[in-house]
């Protein structure tokens, strides 16, 4: 079983005997040279060169002409040579801009003066951006390209932004970073390196397990490790989502191996598919499964993840009183806080509503009065210390709070507990990534025109 990946790339996961890692082999060690076009134009940038590609889903000419020229006025401010792959010809323009329908990518990234390529994050795109160590600026549109630019992000050697009409500000805001922080540059070499530093290429590789299957075609099953059946967790989420950032930040805390991601985008009813409701009839996010078992709802999940890997924790002790405890901040948690959010943001992302009622914003004060109360004397939700009442409140919390802002003179009590979260290692690599997607979500869903 071939795989095209690498735990440079991906990260690490548990796999058979019979599955090995070939990323990388379609690229050629010796790279084609650049067209004397292209060659001219990448030698002469002084300032270096930024490539803009984003495959074959997404093309260029089917841009809105509004996009095509905010994002011509934005390249046309910086100080780099632009190349730009675009499918027809076009009569926007800039002096630092240079359009070409076909782009030999490869040769593009292996230029020394490359500083940054703009990708859509496609699987193939991500791996020669890594095999190059070129930085990226990820502009994931479906798939696994979510997936994959999530990665790039917590390897740290690329920054992602949301696809939108207006998006040439955020951009600009992540090209200049990563350009200016050489931390970026630093990071996409050294994961560079570690994709590189392998016993075999994965050409040679690739052919050398053909041929050796081929030669001895009669194999025993019986000399497969039980490894080849064990099975990996697969999460389905979307990454704005708050239950589904509880799910993350339990994972992160209990520290789980090997769970597989699916990218379902809601807002293109990809939770409505045929494979999906097989599924999960409810056709919710998250939901998880486990070889054969399959569970939904956040609490669910989050309970069922700690009783199976650490049984018994702090996260959600077996002492009946301190469970009950939690289970009643869950219990609030989707009473209370989750229908708060729900009553505001629903008539966002799934009508057409470009402001909130008085109405809806009464149930998020309503529910921060609640909590505020909760928390008069204690440091946790729960007990001494965070608990998995904690972890689930405050993905809903932290949301409001892109709602209706927490006021501090209000709500003291709310405001230093989401302190206290915030300052937690898996809030801040199971929560802030998601909560940044919403932000950008909610902004743009709310500038919308009708």
Not at 369 to 386: C, H, I, M, R, S
Request: aromatic residues 10%; negative net charge; contains cysteine.
């Amino acid at each position: 079983m071939f795989i095209n990946s690498h735990p440079s790339i991906g990260g690490a996961m548990k796999l058979p005997q019979n599955a090995i890692n070939i990323a990388g082999y379609h690229i050629q060690d010796k790279v084609k040279p650049l067209p004397k076009n292209l060659q001219t134009i990448m030698d002469k940038a002084k300032n270096g060169v930024i490539y803009f590609s984003l495959g074959s889903n997404m093309k260029s000419d089917g841009m809105s002409e509004e996009m095509k020229q905010s994002l011509i006025k934005m390249f046309s401010k910086l100080d780099q040579t632009v190349i730009w792959k675009f499918e027809s010809d076009t009569e926007i323009s800039a002096p630092n801009v240079h359009f070409v329908k076909w782009a030999p990518q490869p040769s593009i990234l292996a230029h020394p003066n490359l500083k940054v390529f703009i990708t859509h994050g496609g699987q193939l795109s991500t791996t020669e951006a890594v095999h190059f160590g070129v930085p990226l600026v990820g502009i994931p549109i479906m798939a696994d390209q979510h997936v994959n630019m999530g990665s790039v992000e917590r390897k740290g050697f690329g920054i992602k932004v949301t696809l939108a009409e207006d998006m040439a500000d955020e951009l600009n805001a992540a090209i200049r970073q990563v350009l200016s922080d050489e931390t970026f540059k630093a990071k996409a070499k050294e994961v560079s390196a570690i994709f590189h530093d392998r016993p075999m290429k994965p050409g040679p590789a690739l052919a050398y397990w053909v041929e050796h299957v081929s030669r001895f075609l009669v194999f025993d099953l019986n000399c497969l490790s039980n490894t080849v059946f064990i099975m990996v967790l697969t999460l389905y989420k979307m990454d704005a989502s708050p239950p589904v950032r509880a799910v993350y930040m339990v994972i992160e805390a209990l520290n789980i191996p090997d769970v597989n991601y699916v990218e379902l985008n809601l807002l293109e009813d990809e939770h409505l598919k045929e494979d999906f409701l097989k599924l999960n009839p409810q056709h919710t996010i998250p939901h998880l499964t486990d070889g054969d078992f399959n569970i939904w709802d956040s609490h669910a999940i989050i309970t069922y993840l700690v009783n199976k890997f650490n049984r018994g924790s702090s996260f959600y002790p077996m002492d009946p009183e301190k469970r009950a405890r939690i289970d009643l901040m869950l219990h609030f948690d989707s009473g209370i806080l989750y229908p708060a959010l729900r009553t505001n943001d629903e008539p966002v992302f799934f009508g057409k509503a470009t402001s909130f009622t008085p109405e809806g914003l009464a149930k998020i004060e309503s529910a921060y009065d609640f909590t505020e109360k909760f928390l008069n004397g204690v440091q946790w939700l729960a007990g001494d210390e965070p608990t998995l009442a904690d972890i689930s409140c405050v993905a809903n919390i932290s949301t409001l709070n892109e709602l209706l802002p927490i006021d501090e003179n209000v709500y003291p009590n709310v405001v230093a507990w989401l302190k206290r979260c915030s300052e937690l290692d898996y809030y801040k690599k199971g929560n802030e990534p998601g909560l940044l997607e919403f932000r950008k979500l909610l902004k743009l869903f709310l500038a919308r025109k009708f």
